[in-house]
């Protein structure tokens, strides 16, 4: 539904008419369409044109769009329909308007287009992004390590410390009642988020790696047995392999790898001859963490499902790039870090299907994850409290609801293609730096690019990138098999967000550039 609340003195030259224009000539129903060309017309208008250029009355396209604002405006390259309201903003003069339909007002809008995320001013909500290190503004591209927090998220867990600081559900009091209604509410976002069927398949943990042993332990632990076999990808990041490593070894089953091409993609031809009568399990990522490879999990998915192989993806990587349906995508387990999407560090989530969890044995022992103990027994809660043993991460679950609002607000798929539009211009700009190698060119790709540069150690690479102010991840980056399978042992490793431009990444290619011409000198 798109709804108008008051455009009037709307300019026809304002940086969003376009936008606007090209919206209503979209999605509006054949039967207003001359009638929309009245009010807007099918090209900008240049100043001087209708009224000499002065502000146009739109009360009439207020109208217009109130005609149909209940219509589904779903485009047919669009899952999404219009839904959010656009607003106009009042400046400081009595409600004069103050860039109206700008780029911020339109930043929930998905249409494909247009890179509606105003960055720089996004920026201005992360603190910590306006600094300078070693003389220089901060470039922070080093997101694939950590996200930068807004403003909003710091707010939200200082007031919970300020406030209500209390422990949860066991106490009786007006504080604890308050901190357990804000960790449960949280909960729910998180489900809304990624879609899970209800908050009870939502599981608070630190973070992806204490997810994935999570389920390891539990899961792998309690159904493995010698012989078996677990399927994981060359493009994991280490904490999806080492964790199934470590039960396999105690169970005395096998782990084995998808293997991946020249390009960093997953050759998904050979999941199925990896797939036996003893494989139980498959593990693998959403997203790899040093090509950005966007792998195929919905088809890894039907694959294992069609043997009856249960999965789980590492959603790390994926969370805070592209859209997670977790129904839609049929996972058995998905897990993620907030600290990965604008959050806080040291909470993460585990979904698991309810069917599922209700056969687990909890992983940790301790208060809250029981009904009931005597010395001889002890009958464990029901999911998610079964794998929440003692006292949870309150503030930083709050933090994380926060930070999926934020992002929430902003739109996931306008971030995805923000984000695509400034990896590829990345790509385009460092390609043609001589003496840089890019690695990997996956078909499908999240905002990650890797390189390393002729006769420079990847270390080296990255302590000069940091003289100019600019942070990037130089290393293996916790995925040696993926690098090994291309021939690398380390890279240099930017990786995009919401709040980074263009201007970030000419910065990165002007230093590298530097650096290459110091060393050639």
Not at 26 to 45: A, H, M, T, V
Not at 299 to 307: G, N, V
Request: hydrophobic share 35%; charged share 25%.
């Amino acid at each position: 539904m798109i709804n108008i609340q008051n455009i009037d003195g709307y300019g026809i030259q304002d940086p969003g008419f376009e936008l606007l224009r090209q919206v209503a000539q979209k999605y509006c129903p054949e039967e207003l369409q001359q009638e929309r060309r009245e009010i807007i017309p099918d090209e900008r208008l240049r100043v001087g044109e209708h009224s000499s250029g002065i502000a146009l009355n739109l009360s009439s396209l207020t109208g217009l769009l109130q005609t149909f604002a209940g219509t589904d405006f779903t485009s047919a390259s669009s899952e999404e329909s219009l839904t959010t309201p656009l607003h106009y903003r009042e400046g400081q003069g009595g409600g004069s308007l103050v860039r109206p339909f700008g780029e911020t007002e339109l930043s929930s809008l998905h249409y494909e287009e247009a890179d509606t995320l105003n960055s720089e001013q996004i920026k201005k909500d992360f603190p910590v992004l306006h600094q300078q290190v070693n003389g220089h503004d901060l470039v922070w591209l080093d997101n694939g390590a950590t996200t930068q927090k807004p403003i909003q998220v710091i707010d939200k867990i200082s007031d919970y410390y300020k406030n209500y600081n209390s422990n949860i559900h066991r106490g009786a009091h007006t504080l604890a009642a308050r901190a357990t209604d804000a960790y449960e509410e949280a909960r729910e976002k998180v489900q809304r988020f990624i879609n899970a069927t209800s908050s009870e398949e939502i599981i608070f943990v630190r973070g992806t790696t204490e997810g994935i042993n999570l389920v390891a332990q539990t899961y792998g632990r309690q159904y493995l047995t010698p012989g078996d076999e677990v399927i994981v990808s060359e493009l994991d990041h280490h904490a999806n392999i080492v964790p199934w490593q470590q039960v396999a070894h105690e169970k005395g089953a096998t782990l084995k790898a998808i293997p991946t091409d020249k390009n960093g993609d997953l050759i998904l031809s050979e999941l199925e001859r990896l797939i036996t009568p003893r494989t139980r399990f498959v593990s693998v990522g959403h997203v790899n963490n040093t090509f950005g490879t966007i792998n195929d999990v919905k088809r890894i998915i039907d694959i294992a499902h069609s043997h009856n192989i249960p999965v789980l993806v590492d959603g790390a990587q994926s969370i805070a790039h592209t859209p997670v349906d977790v129904q839609q995508l049929g996972a058995d387990f998905f897990v993620f870090s907030g600290h990965k999407i604008y959050g806080p560090n040291g909470i993460g989530v585990v979904y698991g299907r309810k069917e599922l969890l209700d056969k687990m044995q909890p992983w940790q022992g301790g208060g809250n994850m029981i009904k009931d103990v005597t010395i001889e027994r002890t009958e464990y809660n029901v999911p998610p409290a079964r794998f929440e043993a003692g006292t949870p991460n309150v503030a930083d679950a709050i933090g994380l609801g926060a930070a999926l609002d934020y992002v929430s607000r902003l739109g996931i798929r306008n971030i995805e293609a923000h984000e695509h539009r400034l990896t590829e211009y990345a790509r385009e700009q460092l390609a043609q730096v001589k003496g840089l190698t890019l690695i990997g060119n996956p078909k499908n790709r999240v905002s990650v690019v890797s390189f390393v540069l002729e006769g420079i150690p990847v270390p080296e690479t990255g302590t000069l990138l940091d003289k100019e102010g600019i942070a990037v991840r130089a290393g293996h980056h916790c995925a040696q098999p993926a690098l090994r399978a291309l021939g690398y042992e380390m890279s240099v490793r930017p990786t995009f967000a919401l709040y980074n431009t263009r201007e970030d990444v000419d910065k990165l290619v002007i230093a590298v550039r530097k650096i290459l011409g110091q060393r050639q000198r």
